[in-house]
């Protein structure tokens, strides 16, 4: 693909989605939205303001702060609950760090990615919530690409994905189980692509990270990783200055940068366009083992 | 920009995934990083190929069996249009995971191996591609390089197929054959030259002039209510709303409407779309409409034209696939959703089983299993307000839930 195109949004990408939110108000009791301050959660908070307007939106935002988080982003996010006048619930993982429930990992690998499923699931059964909103996209990755929309998670956050429930036509089934709770995907068939479109045509706010910035980087493994006190380094991997952007946004631990001049919209979206590595390939938590995202899914990982 | 679904099914060995694997790697839609991935995954697996199925077999179990086990969404794009392809499995055992992908496909590319020319997943696909009734067909005769890429041979195939055609009870849909190698890329995306005597589009050619399906626009207003606005702020006090998506049809500003099942009718005052107010909304649009006067309506109620009532239905009948392990019992009682409206419904009869590799029907049945496609009576607690899904499928489908443990047992088309 060229940078020529001159690519629009696909009008009824929006129209799905906002039918699948009022389909999740109106069949759970108590739906939460998880918000990671990445573009795709801000993209499913325009959706559900569209959705109930004039109305609130009428379901928290619920955030897992690993603590890793990139203070751009933490930022980002109380601004936005300011602006729209949002509900949010964030829960720690060093809370769940403190109470013994799941143990910090070593090495210059360790991550807190894993760690946050512990926290999520703790959260839903404190909050009793029965769906949990997510901006997991489809083209993402082999996994998420076998994903429902309204997709059944057992008491345990659980996926099982052999025994999915038929998803017919537009149709969607809420009914669920006690103790069981459902992970809905709005925006299941939007494509990267499709998400930065919307982000331009309803002039959404985002955090300044997806943008062309000046940082301190290591490169390891072939990827420019961001320095922070959080990451574990060795000796030879020394900090240099580097201008950089974030495709995607998760921990500061997990998170490669790219090297990068794009400091508008249309520049991200050209080059986008134009690039050869998918957008998780810069996602570390991914490089795990070839079923990484499918054996974090089953333990409860949205 | 429109978005082209397409649901593909076959077994392994036709070559499916290469096809796949073919269209995203001549559509330059494989990233560099998801094609070494690809690479190393074979190396591993011992093939000295690199195995395009395993971009689309996301789970373990299913790079393990070599089968696609349930439904994988692929997308890409051209210059002009985006595309969705739901990738289905075509064993018998998942024929409920083939239904949930092709359900919202306006095309169905139906793959055959140019040796083994039609099969029994053939018959399967075809009719299921007929019980939903997927406007455009695609037969894609592939592996012609393993019949020197023989004219006689694809003719064949041809014939046999326009034999299945002729016994079809739907015979609306447009259907194209296109001879291809997947393997070698030949009428694919591109031509290779290796087939002289075939003059017609590839497969990506033909795909990009499918015109859109709009037929939805033209028939009976239907508008499924999901939720009632109201947002009692100093700001909005007097707002009530109906949110909906219109199932099919058009409404415009001024139009009279009828809610059912009260009957209580009104004019609608206007159509908003977030902060934007249009005059008239279409089929597939998620809107809020608001009515002149005070009428009671909520969620599961329908808005419709004075002058296009559906059927109210309290007996049913109609075409189902079977999807559950727990075999369907005549006499039980389900939870019917026919939209976003769920009613009790019970099981009357089972009419009759379909054969779907020859059309023939096996009548006498008092249960039906696993991926039974048949016919059955239903009536229900209270009325539907539904049309036959041959005049308006977007009002004619229903699904059934087991009202024990919660899940989706059947897709209906009602008659």
């Avoid at chain 1, 009791?29 to 795709?40: C, T």
């Avoid at chain 2, 689309?56 to 794009?77: K, W």
Wanted: proline residues 3%; glycine residues 6%; hydrophobic residues 40%.
């Amino acid at each position: 693909m060229t940078n020529q195109i001159n690519w629009e949004f696909p009008q009824a990408l929006e129209d799905e989605a906002i039918y699948i939110l009022r389909e999740t108000v109106a069949q759970f009791e108590k739906p939460v939205l998880l918000f990671s301050g990445g573009k795709d959660s801000i993209t499913l908070v325009r959706l559900a303001q569209k959705a109930f307007y004039p109305g609130k939106i009428p379901f928290p935002l619920l955030h897992v702060d690993t603590g890793h988080n990139f203070p751009e982003t933490i930022a980002f996010r109380d601004w936005l609950v300011n602006t729209l006048g949002l509900d949010i619930i964030v829960r720690n993982v060093q809370d769940s760090i403190d109470q013994g429930k799941v143990q910090e990992e070593t090495g210059k690998y360790a991550s807190r990615n894993a760690l946050q499923t512990v926290t999520l699931l703790d959260a839903i059964e404190e909050g009793k919530f029965d769906a949990c909103i997510g901006g997991a996209r489809r083209d993402e990755e082999k996994a998420r690409a076998k994903e429902r929309i309204f997709s059944v998670r057992d008491e345990f956050g659980q996926w099982n994905a052999k025994m999915q429930r038929p998803e017919l036509f537009d149709i969607l089934n809420g009914k669920i189980n006690i103790g069981e709770n459902v992970r809905v995907f709005p925006i299941s068939n939007w494509t990267e692509l499709d998400v930065w479109n919307y982000i331009v045509r309803e002039k959404l706010e985002i955090p300044t990270i997806y943008f062309s910035h000046e940082r301190e980087i290591i490169e390891r493994d072939g990827l420019y990783w961001p320095y922070s006190e959080y990451l574990n380094t060795t000796a030879d991997e020394v900090p240099f200055r580097q201008k950089v952007r974030f495709r995607t946004v998760g921990d500061m631990t997990c998170t490669a940068a790219v090297l990068s001049e794009a400091d508008k919209l249309e520049d991200i979206i050209a080059e986008i366009m134009e690039a050869k590595i998918s957008e998780r390939g810069a996602r570390i938590d991914d490089k795990r083992s070839e079923a990484a995202m499918e054996k974090r899914k089953q333990a409860g990982y949205f | 920009m429109e978005v082209l679904r397409i649901a593909t099914s076959g077994s392994v060995d036709d070559g499916k995934s290469t096809l796949i694997g073919r269209l995203l790697y001549d559509t330059n839609s494989i990233p560099q990083d998801k094609m070494e991935a690809l690479h190393a995954a074979s190396k591993r697996k011992g093939l000295d190929f690199t195995d395009l199925s395993l971009l689309t077999d996301g789970l373990v179990a299913e790079r393990e069996q070599g089968i696609t086990i349930d439904v994988a969404h692929i997308y890409f794009s051209t210059p002009t249009r985006k595309y969705i392809i739901a990738d289905t499995p075509g064993h018998i055992e998942y024929t409920r995971n083939m239904v949930t992908g092709a359900s919202n496909a306006q095309v169905s590319l139906i793959l055959i191996d140019a040796r083994r020319g039609i099969v029994e997943q053939t018959h399967r696909h075809f009719f299921i591609a007929n019980l939903l009734r997927i406007p455009y067909l695609v037969v894609c005769v592939n592996k012609m390089d393993l019949v020197d890429y023989s004219e006689a041979r694809f003719n064949q195939i041809v014939e046999d197929f326009q034999q299945m055609l002729a016994n079809a009870g739907y015979k609306g849909q447009e259907v194209k054959f296109i001879p291809i190698s997947s393997l070698y890329g030949e009428n694919v995306a591109t031509r290779t030259g290796a087939i002289n005597w075939y003059n017609g589009s590839t497969l990506l050619e033909y795909l990009e002039q499918v015109s859109f399906d709009h037929e939805d626009r033209n028939h009976p207003a239907r508008f499924p209510i999901q939720s009632v606005i109201r947002p009692r702020t100093t700001e909005y006090h007097d707002f009530r709303g109906f949110a909906g998506k219109v199932a099919s049809g058009h409404f415009n500003v001024g139009d009279e409407v009828v809610s059912l099942p009260s009957g209580q009718k009104s004019r609608i005052k206007t159509i908003e779309q977030f902060e934007k107010q249009l005059t008239v909304a279409h089929a597939r649009e998620s809107v809020v409409i608001t009515l002149e006067g005070e009428i009671d309506s909520s969620r599961g109620n329908m808005l419709v034209k004075t002058d296009e009532l559906p059927a109210q239905l309290k007996e049913i009948s109609a075409n189902i696939c079977w999807m559950d392990q727990l075999p369907l019992t005549s006499g039980k009682t389900y939870l019917l959703q026919h939209g976003v409206n769920r009613v009790k419904a019970k099981v009357q009869q089972i009419n009759y089983v379909t054969d779907v590799t020859n059309h023939t029907q096996v009548a006498d049945k008092t249960s039906m299993g696993l991926n039974d496609i048949g016919r059955i009576s239903l009536k229900t607690a209270a009325p539907v307000f539904a049309d036959p899904y041959k005049n308006n499928p977007a009002n004619g489908a229903f699904i059934l839930i087991d009202e024990y443990n919660n899940t989706t047992v059947a897709v209906g088309f009602i008659e």
